[in-house]
Structures are given as C-alpha cells and as structure tokens.
C-alpha cells in the first residue's frame, strides 16, 4: 500500500478516537469547573485539527515519503 494512503487511514482513525474521546468526556466526566471542561475540548479539537492537516498535508505533497 502507498505510503500516503496508510497515513490518510492512520489519521482517519485517530481523528475517529478523539471524537471518542470528547463524546465521552461530554457525556461522562465531570470536571471541577466548566472552564476546565472547555479547555480540555478545545486542546482535543485543536489535536483534531493539527492531525488532519498533516495527513492532508503528507497526501497532497508530491515527493513519497
């Protein structure tokens, strides 16, 4: 398989476990405040973001890594 497709398959699945993730920390956890509950969203969104944007970055690119 190419090598830009199994890190677009790898970030696709990461991005599903993070979604997971803040699903269950929503639903789930409690937190001592709200505002702790929105920075921990807020840093898995931006995860979210940073891992797609290079996965989409590394198949976009013309040089096979």
């Known amino acids: 398989m190419n090598k ?3 890190h ?8 599903i476990i993070l979604a997971l993730v803040l699903i269950f920390i929503n639903k789930f956890a409690s937190f001592s405040s709200n505002s702790l509950k929105t ?13 797609d944007s290079y ?3 590394n198949f976009a690119s013309k040089n096979d890594k």
């Open 39 to 51: 920075i921990v969203n807020d840093l898995i969104g931006v995860a979210i973001i940073i891992i």
């Open 4 to 6: 830009k497709y199994a």
């Open 8 to 15: 677009l398959i790898i970030a696709l699945l990461e991005t």
């Open 55 to 57: 996965a989409i970055y």
